[in-house]
């Protein structure tokens, strides 16, 4: 008896596989839809890889921006801090010509600056961080307008080696594999986990709640930077843009970020963010197969999205949602 208990016990799937399997489900379901929907001008082998390549550009932001949002809070900055990061770093890159290393460190220490002042400003207004960040991402267009002199910034053809393979990947890899270590190997990601698991109990057990949601915000700002590096290098210009325009910028790295939430219980959330990336592009370059107007992909990328997350993730009874 003990041992046919023991032996069910040893096949039950792990967490994480089941968490893959799911993933893996959602990405071929999504696919498997939109090819027999058109299946001459979507889901080739060579279709994937490219559309693989451009949820990267996001998946390096959102693995940053997770770090925030585990913790319970939020950013309507990401736009802002990507255009402004962006403009910085091609001003560097090609107007002070200062080449690649102009462009990284132009971007990710921007970027970092712009999560730091979004900390500062969250921790001492003590106001909601979605309005903190609203604010301060109309503060953010204004620089990038100012820099930019109102002239479209434009990245030289012999600067965009992270806009294609290989140079793409191997920057995406590196930026997923410090995302990983931080969240997994150092103070920061246990500190990060314990404040959104239950901020009252983290302060009771001695952490420095402000300095870490301050810390985790720099983190996001300079993987945004990174995400930054990726989106010029990919689309070679950049309009710096007033009015909150930038807002459209936020979803596509929040909705992967999302899927990471959702699948922290599997113990893969950066993975998720990955693969959720990688499904989110499949939806909208099928919708673009399919000419499907603008305003109709984003109303039902956004509801087959919600309806994902809530289908993957279980809340207990009892808890708050936030």
């Not at 027999?36 to 080739?44: A, E, M, Q």
């Not at 969250?122 to 301060?136: A, E, N, Q």
């Not at 246990?190 to 720099?218: C, P, R």
């Not at 289908?311 to 009874?317: A, E, F, I």
Request: glycine residues 12%.
């Amino acid at each position: 008896m003990g041992t046919s208990k023991a032996a069910s016990s040893g096949k039950k799937m792990s967490p994480t596989a089941k968490g893959y399997l799911v993933l893996l489900l959602l990405v071929f379901v999504s696919w498997a839809i939109f090819k027999v929907l058109t299946p001459h001008n979507f889901g080739s082998p060579a279709n994937m890889l490219s559309y693989f390549q451009a949820s990267l550009i996001a998946s390096a932001g959102a693995v940053g921006f997770y770090f925030v949002l585990v913790m319970g809070m939020f950013d309507f900055s990401i736009g802002a801090n990507i255009i402004l990061s962006t403009i910085i770093g091609c001003k560097l890159a090609a107007g002070l010509g200062m080449g690649y290393a102009g462009l990284i460190i132009g971007c990710i220490v921007t970027g970092a600056l712009v999560g730091l002042a979004n900390g500062i400003f969250y921790v001492k207004l003590r106001i909601p961080s979605m309005i903190v960040t609203t604010g301060l991402a109309l503060i953010y267009e204004s620089l990038a307008n100012i820099i930019a002199g109102g002239m479209e910034q434009t990245l030289p053809s012999n600067l965009r080696m992270f806009g294609k393979m290989p140079g793409n990947i191997i920057l995406a890899v590196i930026v997923f594999i410090v995302a990983y270590l931080i969240l997994n190997y150092t103070k920061i990601g246990t500190y990060t986990y314990a404040i959104g698991s239950n901020e009252f109990i983290a302060k009771n057990m001695g952490i420095n709640v402000n300095k870490y949601k301050v810390l985790a915000f720099v983190i996001s700002g300079a993987f945004l930077g990174a995400m930054a590096v990726l989106t010029i290098s990919y689309g070679s210009s950049m309009v710096a843009v007033t009015g909150m325009a930038s807002m459209s910028r936020n979803f596509i790295p929040t909705m992967g970020c999302f899927f990471g939430v959702a699948f922290k219980k599997y113990g893969i959330p950066l993975q998720a963010i990955i693969i959720g990336e990688f499904m989110i592009n499949i939806i909208f370059f099928g919708f673009i197969a399919l000419g499907a107007p603008t305003a109709i992909q984003d109303v039902i990328t956004g509801l087959a999205l919600l309806i994902i997350i809530t289908l993957t993730t279980k809340v207990v009874k009892g808890e708050i949602v936030k």
